[in-house]
């Protein structure tokens, strides 16, 4: 599974998230929508990661993303600001679930 989530493919990627939401799904029985939330800070840094990288900031896919998760009126460091904590609370949940 690492070393999935480790290539290059967005299809890969996709799928360990699929298969992390399964798992969460039937280990401890939490609804579609709450492991959504769980995981956004990581899909929100998978995504910026591969289609918000500098070399694709003039492409459509980097204005996309900007749009999808609130960031287009932010200043870079805002925007840094913002998958950071998003991340940290995505962590920090899951932590707590599979401490439990």
Do not use: P, W
Request: include cysteine.
């Amino acid at each position: 599974m690492v070393k999935v989530f480790f290539s290059h493919s967005t299809k890969d990627k996709e799928l360990v998230f699929n298969l992390l939401e399964e798992f969460i799904r039937r280990k401890y029985g939490i609804n579609t929508h709450c492991i959504n939330q769980n995981l956004s800070g990581l899909r929100e840094l998978n995504e910026f990661r591969s289609k918000g990288a500098i070399a694709h900031r003039s492409h459509t896919d980097y204005i996309q993303i900007l749009n999808k998760y609130s960031l287009s009126n932010l200043s870079n460091i805002e925007i840094s600001k913002k998958i950071i904590s998003d991340l940290i609370f995505s962590l920090s949940n899951l932590i707590d679930l599979f401490n439990k």
